[in-house]
């Protein structure tokens, strides 16, 4: 384990948000799989987190403590400091609604159809300039104001919102010591000349203000290292994985987040999964496919509804024996786009159930709403986990779900998942975009015999209790004491 540290945490969103109910104040978990991922940290490190005051008690709790960081307790009994910041809010409209989401989204997850999307307008350089830029420079601020409190602190920066804010911070601490933790893919360098020149620049010049930066796999490294040499002229050491850039050097770390088992453990016998169970099971098939996803486009829920399809026309046999539950979770519903994609899903199995249902049976439950325990009790249950994103950083549900599932489930996965170069060899392996190759996957698992999928399913388990959210933590941290070398590459 890495030596305890004064480290700052700096995500957009925040381990709590508060809200006024009942006359008191009442804290609750802040949303997004980041925050669930990162909470531990805490337990190791004394932490201060720099994070969007997102609700409007969230505002007033920052102006109760002058903007500055205050003492906050978590879950498990931790204590941290918490610093939340105020945005403008048409700024922060901006900034998230016109950039972070769906500009940078979009482009990291390869979501537009080019001959239509985007339409770089007045709108979109006027959100970067006085949104995206704006808002990062606000978090900056922050941590300048932490280091000047604690210079010594460690700056551990997370994701796409936040591209831009380790250059000024490191412009007005130049020895400061920043990482910065990249979720989403990282596309090649072609795809990044969809933005102006000046945006994707100032991109990869922000990141490149870190020490070390970190992916979840080697293939999105591999594209960042070769988009900075491409777009800002840094130089790649591919012995090292490293870049050298404005006579420093930077180091590029591939290290897959993960999970805690232990808590999942404990939530697969909870009394409300128990009981989420039991009423998933008053209506499940004899073969039971799962998809738990965000309704976000990049999930590919549409085209796994066809691959669905596809296997219900080839085997007829499987009719009224064979379900698809997809569990999903509605995401970014203010986004035009977002909602957009909710109403094609809810089109497609219709159209699908329309085709195919008699006799009170129809293929697909589909069932939009955020419960996390019914997911867990899916999550026991299923025959065949279905992941079939266009891509994806990583895929946690492909690490949760064989930790706690009854039945021996088979995995099938998109090549294009994150969770793919770690889990691979174990799961059945797909194209996201081949509903064909889809079909077959679905009938391949679910003709597979139990001493294969039970072979499969221990190696999952096998390798992300061994892989887990404190080993990736520790990664982290031991990258931070990794001092890089003075020398431009």
């Known amino acids: ?248 050097r930077i180091a590029a770390t591939a290290a897959p987040i993960s999970v805690d088992p232990s808590e999942f453990d404990e939530l697969a016998q909870s009394p409300a999964v128990v009981a989420a169970g039991r009423k998933l099971g008053q209506h499940r098939p004899e073969k039971l496919i799962l998809r738990v996803d965000r309704t976000d486009p990049s999930k590919n829920i549409v085209r796994g509804f066809r691959a669905f399809e596809l296997y219900l026309d080839a085997h007829p046999e499987m009719h009224r024996r064979v379900g698809l539950l997809a569990l999903l979770d509605p995401s970014r519903q203010e986004i035009p786009e977002y909602a957009e994609y909710v109403a094609a899903i809810q089109r497609e199995a219709r159209r699908v159930n329309d085709r195919f249902q008699q006799d009170g049976w129809a293929p697909i439950d589909l069932q939009i709403s955020d419960n996390f325990p019914r997911a867990v009790a899916a999550y026991k249950d299923f025959d065949v986990l279905f992941v079939n994103a266009i891509f994806d950083g990583l895929n946690l549900v492909a690490k949760e779900a064989p930790l706690v599932n009854e039945r021996d489930g088979v995995l099938i996965l998109s090549e294009n998942a994150g969770a793919h170069e770690e889990l691979g060899d174990w799961a059945l392996s797909i194209n996201p975009f081949d509903v064909a190759g889809q079909a077959d996957a679905i009938h391949r698992a679910l003709e597979m015999s139990v001493e294969e999928r039970r072979e499969r399913i221990e190696a999952i388990r096998a390798w992300v209790r061994e892989h887990d959210l404190a080993a990736w933590i520790d990664l982290q941290m031991r990258a931070l004491d990794a001092r890089p070398l003075e020398s431009a590459v």
């Open 1 to 248: 384990m890495a030596a305890r540290r004064n480290l700052i945490v700096v995500s957009n969103r925040g381990p709590v948000t508060y809200t006024w109910s009942g006359g008191e104040r009442v804290a609750s978990r802040g949303g997004g799989g980041l925050v669930t991922a990162l909470r531990s940290l805490t337990l190791h490190h004394d932490v201060t987190w720099i994070a969007s005051a997102m609700s409007d008690e969230d505002r007033v709790v920052a102006m109760d403590n002058d903007g500055a960081a205050f003492e906050e307790t978590a879950r498990d009994g931790s204590n941290y400091r918490l610093r939340l910041v105020v945005h403008d809010e048409q700024a922060y409209d901006w900034f998230y609604n016109v950039i972070a989401n769906p500009t940078l989204w979009f482009l990291q997850h390869h979501l537009w159809d080019l001959t239509t999307a985007p339409s770089i307008d007045h709108g979109v350089h006027h959100a970067w300039l006085e949104g995206y830029v704006p808002v990062n420079r606000a978090f900056a601020e922050a941590v300048i104001d932490e280091l000047d409190r604690d210079p010594n602190a460690s700056i551990f920066f997370h994701d796409y919102h936040l591209y831009v804010a380790p250059r000024f911070v490191r412009d007005a601490r130049p020895d400061a010591r920043l990482v910065h933790f990249v979720h989403i893919p990282w596309p090649a360098a072609d795809y990044w000349s969809v933005l102006p020149i000046e945006i994707r620049r100032a991109i990869h010049d922000g990141v490149l203000a870190n020490d070390v930066v970190g992916f979840h796999t080697r293939r999105w490294r591999r594209n960042f290292m070769r988009a900075a040499e491409d777009i800002v002229g840094a130089v790649p050491d591919w012995a090292h994985d490293a870049l050298g850039y404005e006579g420093r």
